[in-house]
């Protein structure tokens, strides 16, 4: 909460012609950067710990859930809905099947193209595994609003939509 006061003081202080306008971008890029770094960290902290635990990592089980909500699914289509490159889907994909939580399938229309689905002890690990994200954040959110939840959301996502190189080019 202090850097955010510290960012809108600097703000404040700074003028709004074209050689102030350059120096407003180093606090707003430090402050969205250390930002950034912090959720980072605490996502690096919280799957070390679900490896640790669960012997699983945040990326596993967010793929994990997705072949559950979406029944079996081609690669291409859980590397879009993950956001993921195919090589590391594979990878994660191949620690979830050694684990016997997921099974490749092929389809019947083309032989070539496979799907995964999630296996009933890949449900039943789901069922016994905590969330992807901490409890502390689970719970902090309980203390907003939907509409305040909401604009969580569409914030996240917009800075999502500004880092992702795939839709810049």
């Given at each position: 909460?202090?850097?955010?006061?510290?960012?809108?003081?600097?703000?404040?202080?700074?003028n709004?012609?074209?050689?102030?306008?350059?120096?407003?971008?180093?606090?707003?890029?430090?402050?969205?950067t250390?930002?950034?770094?912090?959720?980072?960290?605490?996502?690096?902290?919280?799957?070390?710990?679900?490896?640790?635990?669960?012997?699983?990592?945040?990326?596993?089980?967010?793929?994990?859930?997705?072949?559950?909500?979406?029944?079996?699914?081609?690669?291409?289509?859980?590397?879009?809905?993950?956001?993921?490159?195919?090589?590391?889907?594979?990878?994660?994909?191949?620690?979830?099947?050694?684990?016997?939580?997921?099974?490749?399938?092929?389809?019947?229309?083309?032989?070539?193209?496979?799907?995964?689905?999630?296996?009933?002890?890949?449900?039943?690990?789901?069922?016994?595994?905590?969330?992807?994200?901490?409890?502390?954040?689970?719970?902090?959110?309980k203390?907003?609003?939907?509409?305040?939840?909401?604009?969580?959301?569409?914030?996240?996502?917009?800075?999502?939509?500004?880092?992702?190189?795939?839709?810049?080019?």
């Amino acid at each position: 909460m202090r850097e955010n006061k510290d960012w809108q003081r600097n703000k404040a202080m700074t003028n709004s012609n074209s050689e102030t306008d350059q120096q407003l971008v180093e606090p707003v890029f430090i402050h969205i950067t250390k930002r950034l770094r912090q959720i980072a960290h605490a996502t690096n902290k919280h799957s070390k710990y679900l490896q640790e635990k669960y012997h699983i990592t945040v990326p596993q089980i967010i793929c994990l859930r997705e072949i559950y909500e979406h029944g079996p699914i081609s690669f291409s289509a859980l590397t879009k809905i993950v956001a993921l490159n195919n090589s590391t889907v594979t990878g994660i994909i191949d620690r979830l099947e050694r684990q016997e939580l997921v099974q490749r399938t092929r389809t019947s229309l083309d032989r070539r193209q496979i799907h995964i689905k999630i296996t009933g002890k890949g449900v039943d690990f789901l069922q016994e595994t905590p969330p992807p994200i901490s409890n502390t954040l689970i719970d902090g959110l309980k203390q907003y609003s939907d509409e305040e939840i909401n604009r969580i959301i569409w914030a996240i996502d917009q800075v999502a939509l500004l880092l992702d190189t795939e839709t810049q080019h």
